[in-house]
């Protein structure tokens, strides 16, 4: 029973053409790790940081965004089989594997053009890896039954505890990454068996207590709320779209397996994206290189930005309810105004990054005017083009928060697209100021462009009416 | 028979809702394959038909969330798409559901503001109070029940005091007392109503009309008083639209 099971899992989870997908890349990266000479890529020391970095970051991330890839369909119908707890769970896990951990075992490449050491060390690593990818399946797992105010606390206490190996502490599970195979293999080891064993559990419970779950991980009631009475159509669209933040990675290689809504006050949102700017900036005040050219803490830095940014906006779509917007306003106006909503944000957002490049340049890191021009005028345009992309390509709307809207497929990738562009836009604003400011004047001209298709918004609202949108 | 006239009701036109020859398919899907049907200003009429013939495709159609591939559709004469248009129309969807991560007054508040409510405190008040949802205001819509999901997706279709009237299943989910309230609220506006349901008991309840489609066609149109008369006076309502849809001959 348990291969059908994990067979029917699998497939009513992800379509066929991003399993193909999947497996493309994961070969992709295994020969990328095995033949791809260090010197190729110029990163230096500063991979440790890196690496580091991008585990806590993946750690953090599936503890406060993880969830239980669960359909509506499986509390209806597979619950009711005459399965038993353990297949289910097992079954489950595997699944959750494939939507979450998986993402980190794709880095797999990445960590092994860097490796040096003898063939069973960098066996034990690799064996390391998987394991991590199977750590941070059980925390987004676990995580689920957990409260904001907890989650939050687990998640901190990872992301530090990934973080202390670059003070020289060497029993953390991210010390495998600065020459302490066999003190971090211990502690990953020890972090699975006690997180492995929580997520079994609450695998195996889950079809019993879903409900009670899903209804204790917040409260039924806002605590303070909104007021729109008295405003224009166009200050009560903004004010909504202002305070919410909504992230995803539905489109799995690296993502939740549920979506995820927070309504955020702006200021308060700026106070740990200036922790992290102020943090940027000492990264790149130690790496600036003397030769002039930009330091590979900015331009990785912008790059993620412009990877990061980006993915924020897609699911405004997924909670938009187009019976009620769209019956009440005309699209191109609804859209124009979320639109305002959304680059006033993002470039809010950006705020304390431009604040820190600004100090940067006046001291003199290269880069730092580029990285002004590229967070200034490029990303801002990003809510409009990815709002613009996921319309178009891959829409799906959110009903039940708890449970997986849809399937995930390959199409879902087109979400991505943007985030190509605005990765490249990063790398491209480097080179010169000419440069950046050319790839700004561009990417305000696509959006412009974009704004003004009256015809374009409601073929998008028809399109979204047509995959089910009510 | 509910015919296109040409007098005049509402100013201008004597039909508040136009479906002329609309044919509609999604993908290679044919849901609508010229319908045609047309409702004075101010009647009440249901649509009537089996599952998959077309009912909320031909309600999404009249509210400008879809276009015909061809033919037209009018209301009180003019595109759905328009902006006069959506002034006019209340809209409630199968199933609906407000918005996730607003309240319930929030929800209230946000579609009276952009749908440029006058007193809009005073509206919100007596829809909560109306609905019996003033226990819920500040809950998570995600937290509601389903019936409560419902009242408020009832208060949000007729905030703005429409003219028009398109409701698909409108008393899904809600209890005795509720369905009675609902009904009174939609009597007090004077609209215009279509509404789209498979169930005869609730198309008498809140209509006096009834057009009858099946495969994306209009088969049968009339009061409800001509359609019982299709049967035996002791026959079922409910036989009488079996029999239409299905193209089997009347009893007498």
């Given at each position: 029973m348990?291969?059908?099971?994990?067979?029917l899992?699998?497939a009513?989870?992800f379509s066929?053409?991003l399993i193909g997908?999947?497996?493309f890349?994961l070969v992709?990266?295994v020969?990328m790790?095995?033949?791809v000479?260090p010197?190729?890529?110029?990163?230096?020391e500063?991979?440790?940081?890196y690496?580091?970095?991008?585990?806590a970051?993946?750690?953090?991330?599936m503890?406060?965004?993880?969830?239980?890839a669960?359909?509506?369909?499986?509390?209806d119908?597979l619950?009711t089989?005459?399965l038993?707890r353990?297949?289910?769970a097992?079954?489950f896990?595997?699944t959750?594997?494939l939507?979450t951990g998986?993402s980190?075992?794709?880095l797999?490449?990445y960590?092994?053009?860097?490796?040096?050491?003898?063939?069973a060390?960098?066996?034990?690593?690799?064996?390391?890896?998987?394991?991590?990818?199977l750590?941070?399946t059980?925390?987004s797992?676990?995580?689920f039954?957990?409260?904001t105010r907890q989650?939050a606390l687990?998640?901190?206490a990872?992301?530090v505890?990934a973080l202390?190996?670059?003070?020289g502490?060497s029993?953390?599970f991210t010390s495998i990454f600065?020459g302490h195979i066999?003190e971090?293999?211990?502690?990953?080891v020890i972090l699975n068996?006690?997180?492995?064993?929580l997520?079994l559990?609450q695998?195996?419970?889950i079809?019993?207590?879903?409900t009670k779950?899903?209804s204790?991980?917040s409260?039924?009631?806002?605590?303070?709320?909104e007021k729109?009475?008295?405003l224009?159509q166009?200050?009560?669209i903004?004010?909504?779209y202002?305070?919410?933040?909504?992230f995803t990675?539905?489109f799995?290689l690296g993502?939740?397996?549920?979506?995820?809504v927070s309504?955020?006050?702006?200021r308060?949102?700026l106070?740990?994206?200036?922790?992290?700017?102020v943090?940027?900036g000492?990264f790149a005040l130690?790496?600036n290189?003397?030769d002039?050219?930009?330091?590979?803490a900015?331009?990785?830095?912008m790059?993620?930005l412009?990877?990061f940014?980006?993915m924020?906006?897609?699911?405004v779509?997924?909670?938009?309810?187009a019976?009620l917007?769209f019956s009440?306003m005309?699209?191109?106006?609804?859209?124009?105004?979320?639109?305002?909503?959304?680059?006033i944000?993002?470039?809010?957002m950006m705020?304390p990054f431009?604040?820190?490049n600004?100090?940067?340049a006046?001291?003199g890191v290269?880069?730092a005017?580029?990285?002004?021009?590229?967070?200034g005028?490029v990303?801002?345009?990003?809510?409009?083009?990815?709002?613009?992309?996921s319309?178009?390509?891959?829409?799906?709307?959110v009903?039940d928060?708890?449970t997986?809207?849809?399937?995930?497929?390959?199409?879902?990738?087109?979400?991505l697209?943007?985030?190509?562009?605005?990765?490249?836009a990063a790398?491209?604003?480097?080179?010169?100021?000419?440069?950046a400011?050319?790839?700004?004047?561009?990417?305000?001209t696509i959006?412009?462009?974009?704004l003004?298709?009256?015809?374009?918004?409601?073929r998008i609202v028809?399109?979204?009416?047509e995959?089910?949108f009510v | 028979?509910?015919?296109?006239?040409?007098?005049?009701?509402s100013g201008?036109?004597?039909n508040?809702?136009s479906?002329?020859d609309v044919?509609?398919?999604y993908g290679k899907n044919?849901a609508l394959?010229?319908?045609?049907?047309?409702?004075p200003c101010?009647e009440?009429y249901s649509l009537?038909?089996?599952?998959g013939?077309?009912?909320?495709?031909t309600?999404?159609?009249?509210?400008g969330l879809?276009?015909?591939?061809r033919?037209s559709?009018s209301?009180d004469g003019?595109d759905p798409t328009?902006?006069r248009?959506?002034?006019l129309?209340?809209?409630?969807?199968?199933?609906?559901?407000?918005?996730?991560t607003l309240?319930v007054?929030?929800?209230?508040e946000?579609i009276?503001?952009?749908?440029?409510?006058?007193n809009?405190?005073e509206?919100v008040?007596?829809?909560?109070?109306?609905?019996?949802l003033?226990?819920?205001e500040?809950?998570k819509v995600?937290?509601l029940?389903r019936?409560n999901r419902?009242k408020?997706?009832?208060a949000l279709?007729?905030?703005h005091?429409?003219?028009i009237l398109?409701l698909?299943?409108?008393?899904?989910?809600?209890d005795?007392?509720?369905?009675?309230k609902?009904?009174?609220?939609?009597?007090r506006?004077n609209a215009t109503?279509l509404?789209?349901?498979?169930i005869m008991?609730?198309a008498e309840?809140?209509?006096?009309?009834a057009?009858v489609?099946?495969?994306?066609?209009?088969?049968?149109?009339?009061?409800?008083?001509?359609?019982?008369q299709l049967?035996d006076?002791?026959?079922a309502?409910?036989?009488i639209?079996?029999?239409l849809m299905?193209?089997?001959a009347?009893?007498?």
């Amino acid at each position: 029973m348990q291969p059908r099971l994990i067979r029917l899992l699998i497939a009513s989870r992800f379509s066929r053409p991003l399993i193909g997908v999947m497996i493309f890349v994961l070969v992709y990266s295994v020969l990328m790790g095995f033949f791809v000479p260090p010197e190729a890529v110029q990163m230096g020391e500063f991979w440790t940081y890196y690496i580091i970095g991008i585990t806590a970051f993946f750690l953090i991330l599936m503890t406060m965004i993880g969830g239980i890839a669960i359909m509506k369909s499986d509390l209806d119908y597979l619950f009711t089989l005459p399965l038993s707890r353990r297949e289910l769970a097992v079954s489950f896990y595997i699944t959750q594997f494939l939507a979450t951990g998986i993402s980190y075992v794709l880095l797999f490449g990445y960590v092994f053009i860097f490796i040096q050491g003898t063939s069973a060390e960098k066996l034990m690593l690799a064996g390391d890896m998987v394991l991590i990818g199977l750590l941070q399946t059980a925390l987004s797992i676990v995580s689920f039954r957990l409260e904001t105010r907890q989650k939050a606390l687990l998640a901190g206490a990872m992301g530090v505890y990934a973080l202390l190996p670059l003070a020289g502490f060497s029993y953390s599970f991210t010390s495998i990454f600065t020459g302490h195979i066999l003190e971090g293999t211990i502690v990953i080891v020890i972090l699975n068996v006690i997180f492995n064993y929580l997520a079994l559990t609450q695998l195996s419970t889950i079809e019993l207590g879903f409900t009670k779950i899903t209804s204790i991980r917040s409260s039924a009631e806002y605590k303070t709320t909104e007021k729109f009475v008295g405003l224009s159509q166009r200050a009560a669209i903004v004010r909504r779209y202002l305070s919410e933040i909504s992230f995803t990675g539905r489109f799995n290689l690296g993502g939740s397996v549920s979506v995820r809504v927070s309504r955020i006050r702006l200021r308060t949102l700026l106070i740990p994206v200036a922790a992290i700017a102020v943090v940027y900036g000492y990264f790149a005040l130690i790496f600036n290189p003397a030769d002039g050219s930009p330091g590979v803490a900015v331009v990785l830095s912008m790059m993620y930005l412009g990877i990061f940014i980006p993915m924020f906006f897609p699911e405004v779509f997924s909670h938009e309810r187009a019976w009620l917007a769209f019956s009440s306003m005309t699209a191109k106006n609804y859209w124009t105004y979320i639109v305002y909503a959304k680059v006033i944000q993002t470039f809010a957002m950006m705020l304390p990054f431009i604040g820190v490049n600004i100090v940067l340049a006046i001291i003199g890191v290269s880069g730092a005017v580029n990285a002004i021009i590229y967070l200034g005028m490029v990303l801002p345009t990003s809510p409009l083009i990815s709002l613009y992309f996921s319309g178009k390509y891959s829409p799906a709307q959110v009903i039940d928060m708890e449970t997986l809207p849809a399937e995930f497929s390959l199409r879902q990738l087109a979400t991505l697209v943007p985030v190509i562009f605005f990765t490249a836009a990063a790398i491209v604003s480097m080179f010169s100021i000419i440069l950046a400011l050319v790839c700004g004047a561009f990417f305000i001209t696509i959006a412009l462009a974009i704004l003004m298709g009256n015809k374009r918004w409601n073929r998008i609202v028809y399109r979204l009416t047509e995959k089910g949108f009510v | 028979m509910v015919l296109v006239e040409e007098e005049t009701l509402s100013g201008t036109h004597t039909n508040c809702i136009s479906v002329n020859d609309v044919t509609k398919s999604y993908g290679k899907n044919p849901a609508l394959s010229g319908l045609s049907f047309s409702i004075p200003c101010g009647e009440k009429y249901s649509l009537i038909g089996p599952n998959g013939a077309g009912k909320s495709t031909t309600l999404k159609l009249l509210v400008g969330l879809l276009v015909p591939d061809r033919g037209s559709v009018s209301i009180d004469g003019i595109d759905p798409t328009t902006k006069r248009a959506k002034k006019l129309i209340g809209y409630l969807p199968e199933d609906a559901s407000p918005y996730n991560t607003l309240s319930v007054r929030e929800n209230l508040e946000y579609i009276g503001a952009i749908r440029e409510v006058q007193n809009l405190r005073e509206r919100v008040d007596q829809l909560i109070y109306e609905m019996g949802l003033s226990e819920y205001e500040k809950s998570k819509v995600s937290k509601l029940s389903r019936g409560n999901r419902q009242k408020l997706a009832v208060a949000l279709s007729v905030i703005h005091e429409p003219d028009i009237l398109l409701l698909d299943e409108p008393l899904n989910y809600l209890d005795i007392p509720t369905q009675e309230k609902t009904i009174s609220i939609f009597d007090r506006l004077n609209a215009t109503v279509l509404v789209s349901t498979h169930i005869m008991s609730i198309a008498e309840r809140l209509t006096h009309g009834a057009i009858v489609i099946s495969r994306g066609r209009t088969i049968w149109d009339g009061t409800m008083e001509q359609l019982k008369q299709l049967g035996d006076p002791t026959e079922a309502i409910e036989k009488i639209v079996m029999r239409l849809m299905t193209g089997a001959a009347p009893t007498h």
